[in-house]
């Protein structure tokens, strides 16, 4: 399958500032990623599914002006969470969709989002 | 719309014992049907997976049959390592184009030596 990595693992950072996550597909050019957050012992929530050289589509409720997302390449998506607040602490995969018209998804390691 | 429910946790079993954790879902169609698992402090990962009636996914020793008369895709092992203890989402992606996964709550599992 293919092979997703985020960068970086962890990040803490403080109130009011932006951190950007980066998405790359290493062996697999992906038209298609999602964005996803997790809360501890939850399920995943789609954010956002970011298609390659457009804007991307958010989930009823996500505010698209926080979490910016652009997937500049086919191997490359970012997330952008601006003035980051405490509640934006989380766990955030991104996945890309599988190749050959598959519909497996392959995950991202994780980002830990901390803000203090 | 689409969803999956899946059995609440933790589970709790000793080393070898049998696995079932319980997952059914609803959509229109035949939709594709994934089990994913996810190691402590890690992204998810495909354990198997099945994309129509009556198929059979299997990996590490782990089966889930698509039974398309009980909406069901229940995850099974016959015999549980410590080193299954992660979380198991049961997810499905809906026969309408596109690649869109809706996920389960997960289940914990916690395998004692």
């Known amino acids: 399958g293919a092979v997703v990595s985020q960068h970086p693992s962890r990040v803490i950072c403080k109130s009011g500032t932006s951190v950007k996550i980066e998405c790359r597909s290493l062996?697999?050019?992906?038209?298609?990623m999602f964005w996803y957050r997790q809360f501890p012992k939850q399920s995943l929530m789609l954010m956002a599914t970011?298609?390659?050289?457009?804007?991307?589509?958010?989930e009823q409720g996500v505010e698209k002006d926080k979490f910016l997302i652009n997937h500049a390449s086919l191997t490359l998506s970012t997330l952008t969470v601006t003035s980051a607040h405490p509640e934006d602490s989380s766990f955030y995969i991104c996945s890309l969709a599988g190749g050959g018209g598959t519909d497996t998804q392959y995950f991202g390691p994780g980002t830990r989002l901390t803000v203090l | 719309g689409d969803s999956v429910t899946q059995m609440e946790g933790p589970v709790t079993l000793s080393e070898e014992a049998f696995l079932t954790i319980n997952c059914t879902y609803t959509?229109?169609?035949?939709?594709?049907l994934f089990w994913y698992v996810q190691y402590p402090g890690e992204g998810l990962q495909l354990l198997l997976k099945a994309t129509k009636a009556d198929d059979k996914g299997s990996n590490k020793g782990f089966e889930a049959t698509y039974r398309k008369e009980t909406t069901s895709f229940h995850l099974e092992k016959g015999s549980v390592q410590v080193s299954d203890s992660a979380v198991y989402f049961c997810a499905l992606t809906p026969n309408t184009g596109g690649f869109k996964t809706i996920f389960g709550a997960g289940t914990r599992l916690f395998v004692k030596a």
């Open positions: 970011s298609n390659e050289g457009s804007k991307a589509t958010y």
């Open positions: 062996d697999f050019q992906a038209t298609t």
């Open positions: 959509a229109t169609g035949y939709p594709s």
